[in-house]
């Protein structure tokens, strides 16, 4: 990021630009009608830790931006000389019903190297340096335990670096900055690859793609699954209640989805709800689910389907426990448990210490 400086020097220090990025997220949240909350990472080069957040149902807006400096109205050349207290970061507005803080935390620990100290990848400096800045306890003690999990999980060959910082501001990036991977992707994909931010991702996290995860077509899955199962996945049907396969099972293991084989849930997030169904407070990862509105019934729903399978799965409601506070009911149709015993010789061994 920082060979593009510059560059990008010409469009700094422009605080209306600022002011309009605020507008506009403002004019898209006037538009939604759920509830809302905030969330505020930094992980480095903004653009990347923006982009992985975009598209995710649940999720509203994603700003890059600078956070937890002294000084007002920053603009990107003085963040990025570091002549600021400010770090480089993105502040996400998420719809707490569809998505729980403790999913986006999950996906940031995935977008950066979070044990480098002075900075990150070939940007240093303490505006590069990582930060989760919580905004309330509740939000502190989440990261603050998905911290720990992850040091234990022995991802890495140091220590899990990035402090938990109370929030204070928030500033928006100019506008150039937004959605860069799309208005610049020669750019955004060149520094990705050259800063080693790729290849560092690539060697301590397992692909999550449709190329490794396919759906077979409608008529091969006529042939592969059962009747109930090709009815809750390719026709939304709903399985009967305690009479299922996974509601009663207390086994260690994952389960993933029956279509396309990506992998959904972790027995340690599994729980009884008491509605006869597998209910879980949060998915493996956010990003391999879709969660359209469904309202057949005369109420609002949150279906869940897989992304990579194109099938429904569920609903998820906001009556769960903490600390998501989301019921994931899902159908054991739309599932295959995976024993722990069994993950490692059937391909999921990177997702061991999910389930330990």
């Given amino acids: 990021m920082l060979s593009l400086i510059v560059a990008l020097m010409f469009a700094c220090g422009n605080t209306s630009v600022q002011s309009q990025v605020a507008s506009a997220d403002a004019n898209k949240l006037d538009d939604y009608k759920g509830k809302t909350e905030l969330a505020t990472f930094a992980g480095g080069c903004f653009w990347c830790v923006e ?17 937890g400096g002294k000084e007002k109205n920053p603009t990107y050349g ?10 480089e970061s993105v502040q996400i507005t998420f719809d707490p ?4 803080y403790s999913e986006l935390v999950d ?13 990150s990848f070939y940007d240093r400096g303490t505006q590069y340096e990582s930060a989760i800045f919580f905004h309330d306890a509740e939000q502190k003690k989440v990261a603050d335990e998905s911290k720990k999990l992850l040091d234990k999980s022995g991802k890495f ?7 938990l910082i109370k929030y204070t501001n928030f500033y928006p990036a100019e506008e150039y900055h937004q959605d860069y991977y799309k208005k610049s992707p020669q750019d955004y994909y060149s520094y990705r690859s050259g800063s080693g931010r790729d290849k560092f991702i690539k060697a301590h996290w397992p692909e999550l793609s449709g190329n490794k995860y396919k759906a077979p077509a409608k008529s ?10 090709y009815e809750v996945t390719q026709e939304d049907a709903t ?31 599994k729980y009884e709800s008491g509605s006869g169904w597998p209910s879980f407070t949060k998915p493996i990862d956010a990003r391999v689910l879709e969660k359209p509105t469904d309202d057949d019934l005369g109420m609002l729903r949150v279906e869940v389907r897989s992304k990579f399978g194109k099938s429904h799965i569920g609903h998820v409601f906001y009556d769960g426990p903490q600390p998501t506070n989301l019921r ?3 159908n054991s149709a739309a599932m295959k448990f995976i024993p722990k015993e069994e993950m490692e010789a059937k391909g999921y061994g990177a997702y061991l210490w999910l389930v330990d």
């Fill in 107 to 119: 996906i940031f620990w995935q977008t950066y190297d979070p044990t480098d100290v002075g900075g």
């Fill in 97 to 100: 019903e569809v998505i729980s």
């Fill in 328 to 330: 994931y009911c899902m």
């Fill in 239 to 269: 399985e009967m209640s305690f009479q299922n396969e996974y509601n009663g099972n207390h086994e260690e293991g994952i389960y993933v989805d029956i279509v396309s084989g990506a992998p959904l849930f972790s027995s340690k997030d």
């Fill in 157 to 163: 060959d140091k220590p899990v670096a990035t402090p």
């Fill in 51 to 67: 982009a992985p957040f975009e598209g995710i149902d649940g999720i509203i807006t994603v700003i890059s931006g600078y956070a």
């Fill in 78 to 87: 003085e963040v990025s000389s570091g002549r600021t207290s400010h770090r």
């Fill in 220 to 229: 091969e899955l006529k042939n592969s699954l059962t009747k109930l199962q």
